[in-house]
């Protein structure tokens, strides 16, 4: 019975406290609401173009062409460590006959060619088809290696390597926007909060002088930055669902040549986390705020 006394208390005193200033909580929900929709939205942005960037590193493949005296048992083995290797997400073995058929196939006006060999003078060839694009310079050197059993090793490098840049550039661009978003977001509400606890100072004196704890004076407070970061991240996430839902069309038809993601689930799975940020972010700025001013 306590508890829930204590609970109503909390809850009643910063619905109280936001009333009071109005204006200031008005104006911190939409600047929390503004930052956690421009958050949400690079995150979406930023799972697009990691997705992109995977498919590209899919379709740089790299081929290894088969030495005619190679062992088949050592060609094998080689096959079979290349399947258990990290990003790597397929490997084939095309022997000289299925290159030949497939060189038939695609130079159908040049087969004259071939009828004036005497033999198959394509050579077998492992392919293979990669998850992560940035194991490909490590693996092709390491396949020239070997010489015994490779003769060539061709893979698109300046392909890879742009790739992997942009993959790179978009992992720390990522970081730091996620940084500054949230670092812009915690400061708003402290300072809101701390006008609040200014406003509220005698009375928060007037509670200590009667031995109300730190955690009773904090927890109204704590509440009401809950509350702004609740209702802005909830603005965030309407508004995020209703444009992923119009943008989400129109990136699949742009990008249709590539497997992009745009399902409900990671919309639905974003929409939630904005959620947990604009709480955690709310409560841990009127936590350090009022310790700040209880401290003095």
């Not at 995977?54 to 050592?74: F, H, M």
């Not at 109204?220 to 996430?237: D, N």
């Not at 989400?248 to 497997?259: E, Q």
Request: charged fraction near 15%; avoid cysteine; charge should be negative.
């Amino acid at each position: 019975m306590a508890r829930l006394h204590v609970a109503r208390y909390l809850l009643g005193s910063a619905l109280t406290g936001l009333w009071r200033n109005r204006t200031m909580t008005g104006g911190a929900i939409v600047t929390t609401a503004i930052m956690l929709i421009t958050l949400a939205g690079f995150l979406a942005i930023n799972d697009t173009l990691n997705q992109m960037v995977t498919a590209l590193g899919r379709k740089s493949n790299l081929i290894a062409y088969v030495r005619d005296e190679a062992r088949p048992t050592q060609v094998t083995a080689i096959i079979d460590d290349l399947r258990t290797r990290p990003g790597v997400g397929e490997v084939q073995f095309v022997s000289k006959e299925d290159a030949l058929a497939i060189f038939e196939s695609r130079f159908v006006d040049q087969r004259d060619i071939l009828d004036v060999l005497q033999s198959n003078p394509l050579p077998a060839s492992v392919e293979l088809r990669l998850n992560d694009p940035s194991v490909v310079p490590d693996l092709a050197q390491e396949l020239q290696t070997m010489t015994t059993v490779f003769d060539d090793v061709v893979v698109p490098l300046d392909v890879v390597e742009e790739v992997i840049g942009i993959s790179n550039l978009a992992r720390v661009a990522g970081s730091v926007i996620i940084i500054a978003l949230t670092g812009v977001t915690l400061f708003v509400i402290v300072n809101t909060i701390r006008i609040a606890v200014f406003a509220r100072r005698q009375e928060i004196e007037i509670m200590k002088l009667v031995g109300a704890t730190d955690w009773f004076v904090r927890g109204p407070f704590v509440a009401e930055g809950a509350i702004i970061g609740g209702i802005g991240a909830g603005i965030a996430a309407i508004a995020l669902v209703v444009l992923y839902a119009q943008a989400a069309p129109v990136v699949t038809r742009i990008v249709s040549f590539l497997p992009v993601s745009t399902d409900t689930d990671f919309v639905r799975n974003l929409a939630v986390f904005t959620l947990l940020v604009g709480l955690i972010v709310g409560s841990l700025g009127s936590y350090f705020s009022v310790r700040r001013y209880l401290s003095v």
